[in-house]
């Protein structure tokens, strides 16, 4: 998703007016204005073939002069309406702009519709510019005061076609006729204000909701099972950020123990993340709980993908640059480990490839959801419910999967289980469901990653992926940092560098497309 130089600026710069709104709700608007404009396009089409051919106009006046005021109004009319629909779905559009727009259009089609009522003397029934007028109203969210002038305005089309016809020669009836039958008119005329002020009033407690901290919400760019991440604004500052929240709404579809438990995760990841300071681990800017009992937390927005998706739309990867990649996650996790921290869900989707100023190929380890501590800072009891498996299967190490205690050396375990997708595009173990994967991971040998890569594997990466999944934790490389260590010791054709990066990123992404943190 392209990052919006406009989404990006701080909320204080926003004029006043609709603009209130949030940026998504005036978007929408934008969209039913522009339905609105198919449907007025639509129904001056429908009715020129219908005076034409399938009901020919019975006027008082020569047949001619009516039917070419009528083809001049549906031409003006059609091209008009399909104008602004054109300038609706344009990528460059101005949304307070086009919504006041909107209310010209409405003025346009309400002063047609109080022509053509009094072409024929006396209208029949009730106008079609009362429906307009409500229409309009929830359609395009505007101040009350602008919707009642216009609405106003909109309202006096009827008298206007009735004047404008007994200037032309029209037999009219008496203004006291004329001003009775535009009542409704009138009478939705006042009502609009009311209707804009709920519209405008509904979208701006939407805003306030999504006001968390310091930060305005933005766009949605990714949900997951620990809630939906936006995009977002700092009230101040020109800095793009990333939140990540459970909405009350999702919990209360929870018992409450799985509510507790997810609400904990929550807090957890939040302190987790706060604790470490590699520049290989997702920063933390604020966290924090809204007045509407909802859960966030505010970090860095990044503009890459995750190693699952990298691997899926592009390959699997070459060694060079597999273990250029491997050793910032080990970077990050030897931080955690030294802090007593394990991460429990180190996975491809958990992983995140990134531009970082001039920097590409630049590592992000993120979503310390199930971070747990072997030294005390973090306490883990309790916070699992009973029967919930933690982790992804794939990437789940045996004594985890055994229910055995853990330590660092199960996130060694499951980083080879990366390394293995990375050189190879398959997860060590495959079944039919999670439990047969599971026991794999428990009793099966996994195949060296050399049989199943297309690239040429030195033997010691081969042997290291393997030692990184060994059933035992004693037979694993001991730490992060000895694993990053022995990485740098693997033979590669030639190592990966910053241009080879540079290169490739510039050949195949997109300048700016952020991830979703989920």
């Known amino acids: 998703m392209s990052a919006n130089p406009e989404i990006l600026q701080p909320s204080s710069q926003i004029p006043a007016g609709s603009s209130q709104l949030p940026a998504d709700l005036l978007e929408q608007a934008s969209r039913r204005l522009g339905i609105m404009c198919l449907v007025v396009a639509g129904l001056w089409v429908a009715n020129y073939v219908m005076a034409h051919f399938l009901q020919p106009l019975p006027t008082k006046m020569p047949d ?23 300038y609706t779905r344009t990528s460059g559009r101005n949304p307070h702009l086009l919504l006041n727009l909107g209310l010209g259009y409405e003025l346009l089609v309400s002063f047609k519709a109080g022509l053509l ?20 109203a929830a359609i395009i969210p505007s101040p009350p005061r602008k919707t009642f002038v216009v609405a106003l305005l909109a309202a006096s089309m009827d008298p206007l ?12 009836p008496g203004a006291h006729y004329v001003f009775f039958n535009a009542f409704p008119n009138y009478l939705c005329a006042a009502i609009a204000p009311l209707i804009s002020h709920i519209i405008t009033g509904l979208g701006r407690e939407v805003k306030r909701a999504r006001e968390m901290g310091s930060y305005v919400l933005g766009d949605l760019i990714g949900a997951g099972g620990m809630g939906e991440v ?31 438990v997810l609400i904990q995760r929550f807090r957890r990841e939040a302190q987790a993340a706060a604790m470490l300071r590699s520049p290989h681990t997702i920063h933390l800017y604020d ?14 927005l990044l503009n890459g993908m995750d190693l699952q998706t990298l691997v899926s739309n592009y390959g699997p990867l070459p060694p060079a640059r597999t273990i250029h990649l491997l050793q910032q996650a080990c970077e990050s996790l030897a931080e955690a480990h030294d802090r007593g921290l394990i991460h429990r869900d180190i996975k491809p989707a958990n992983i995140q490839v ?46 985890s999967a055994l229910g055995e205690a853990v330590d660092r050396r199960t996130d060694i375990y499951a980083l080879g289980c990366v ?73 590669v054709e030639r190592p990966w560098t910053r241009e080879d990066a540079s290169t490739w990123w510039a050949s195949r992404m997109e300048p700016e497309t952020q991830v979703a943190l989920v």
Request: with cysteine.
């Open 64 to 86: 001619i002069a009516i039917l070419r005021l009528f083809d001049r109004m549906a031409i003006v009319g059609t091209v008009g309406s399909l104008a602004l629909y054109w």
């Open 117 to 136: 009522d009094w072409a024929y003397n006396a209208p029949m029934g009730l106008s079609w510019i009362g429906i307009i007028i409500l229409l309009f």
């Open 161 to 172: 076609g009735a004047l404008i016809w007994k200037l032309a020669g029209q037999d009219v």
């Open 230 to 260: 936006w995009q977002a604004n700092h009230r101040f500052l020109a800095r793009p950020a990333a939140v990540k929240l459970i909405k009350p709404e999702v919990l209360g579809a929870m018992t409450r123990q799985q509510s507790d």
């Open 287 to 300: 966290f924090g709980v809204t007045d509407n009992g909802t859960f966030y937390y505010v970090m860095e």
């Open 354 to 399: 990134c531009r970082m100023g001039h920097y590409c190929d630049w590592v992000k380890v993120l979503d310390f959801g199930l971070v747990k501590s072997h030294a005390g800072e973090i306490h883990d009891a309790g916070l699992t419910a009973p029967n919930m498996m933690t982790g992804t299967p794939a990437y789940t190490s045996p004594e």
């Open 419 to 491: 390394a293995y997708w990375m050189l190879t595009g398959r997860c060590v173990f495959t079944g039919d469901n999670p439990l047969q994967v599971l026991a794999r991971h428990v009793s099966a040998d996994p195949v060296p990653p050399s049989r199943h890569s297309g690239f040429d594997l030195s033997p010691a990466l081969d042997l290291l992926v393997l030692a990184c999944l060994a059933k035992k934790p004693s037979q694993r490389p001991a730490t992060a940092r000895e694993l990053c260590d022995r990485l740098g010791e693997c033979e």
